[in-house]
C-alpha cells in the first residue's frame, strides 16, 4: 500500500550536483528505514544509500561516500539524495525503496519501489 515517486533526475556534466527526491504516500513511511538503489544498463541493481526511519543514522556504498547524502523528512513524506561531484559511472535509473524497519543493503529488504528516475552525467 506504500507508494514511491521519484524525481529530479536529469542530464548533467561531471562535476555538477543533482538532488533526487522520493515523495512516499501510505501507512508506516515514518516507520521505515528507506533507501536509494541504482541500475545501469546491463548492471545489477546496486545500493547507494539509506536512512532510519527516524533520519538518525545512514549508511552508503563505498563509491558514493563523501560525495552523497541521504535524509528524509517524515513531516513531508520525502527522503532525498543529494548528489555531489557527479562522475560519468553514477549515471543510472535511480530507485527510491522502503519497507523494512532497518537498514538493509540488499535490494530484497524491500518491499516497496519507486518508478525510478533517470540519472545521466557526460564527461
Known amino acids: 500500500q506504500v507508494q514511491l515517486v521519484e524525481s529530479g533526475g536529469g542530464l548533467v556534466q561531471a562535476g555538477d550536483s543533482l538532488r533526487l527526491s522520493c515523495a512516499a504516500s501510505?501507512?508506516?513511511?515514518?516507520?521505515?528505514?528507506m533507501a536509494w538503489f541504482r541500475q545501469a544498463p546491463g548492471k545489477e541493481r546496486e545500493f547507494v544509500a539509506a536512512?532510519?526511519?527516524?533520519?538518525?543514522?545512514?549508511s552508503y556504498a563505498d563509491s558514493v561516500k563523501g560525495r552523497f547524502t541521504i535524509s528524509r523528512d517524515n513531516a513531508k513524506n520525502t527522503v532525498y539524495l543529494q548528489m555531489n561531484s557527479l562522475k560519468p559511472e553514477d549515471t543510472a535509473v535511480y530507485y527510491c525503496?522502503?519497507?523494512?524497519?532497518?537498514?538493509?543493503?540488499?535490494?530484497?529488504?524491500?518491499?516497496?519501489w519507486g518508478q525510478g528516475t533517470q540519472v545521466s552525467v557526460s564527461s
Open positions: 501510505g501507512r508506516t513511511f515514518s516507520s521505515s528505514a
Open positions: 536512512v532510519t526511519s527516524r533520519g538518525g543514522g545512514t
Open positions: 525503496a522502503a519497507g523494512p524497519p532497518l537498514i538493509r543493503t540488499q535490494s530484497t529488504g524491500y518491499a516497496y
